[in-house]
C-alpha cells in the first residue's frame, strides 16, 4: 500500500505559521536589541520594551500567537542570560530587560586579591 508522507496542507500551514512566528521575532529582537545597547552605553542596566499585542499570523488565534511571541522572547533573552519579565496592561505589554551593570562577586574577590597582591607595605 502506498503511503504518501509529503507534503500536505497541514504541513504547509505549520510551516509557514513557523516562518511568520521567526520573523515577527527576529524582527522584535533587532528592536529590542537596539534599546539595550543604547540603555547601555547612556549608562543604565535595564530596558523597557513596549510589545505590539495584535499579531496576524493566518490560522492561528490572537492570544495562541501571543503566547507564543512573548514565550520566544523571554526564552530568547533568558539563554542572553538577560533578567526578564513581562507585565501585561489593559492594552500594552512590557518586555523588562535587566542586566549585571557592577562586579559579580567572583569578579569582586579576584580584583580584591590582585590589589593585596600588588600592596605596598605601610611605613611604620
Not at 500536505?8 to 533587532?30: E, G, M, P, Y
Not at 547601555?40 to 500567537?65: C, Q, V, W, Y
Not at 586579591?113 to 607595605?121: A, V
Amino acid at each position: 500500500m502506498y503511503k504518501n508522507n509529503g507534503v500536505n496542507a497541514d504541513k504547509l500551514r505549520a510551516r509557514t505559521k513557523r516562518q511568520v512566528i521567526k520573523t515577527i521575532c527576529d524582527d522584535l529582537v533587532k528592536i529590542i536589541d537596539a534599546g539595550i545597547a543604547s540603555a547601555n552605553d547612556n549608562g543604565f542596566h535595564s530596558h523597557r520594551a513596549e510589545l505590539p499585542t495584535m499579531f496576524n499570523i493566518i490560522g492561528m488565534d490572537l492570544k495562541d500567537a501571543q503566547i507564543v511571541i512573548y514565550s520566544e522572547l523571554i526564552r530568547i533573552y533568558d539563554d542572553k542570560q538577560l533578567d526578564v519579565t513581562i507585565e501585561f496592561g489593559d492594552n500594552i505589554t512590557y518586555l523588562y530587560i535587566q542586566w549585571q551593570s557592577s562586579l559579580t562577586q567572583d569578579e569582586r574577590v579576584a580584583r580584591l586579591q590582585l590589589i593585596r597582591d600588588h600592596m605596598r607595605p605601610k611605613n611604620k
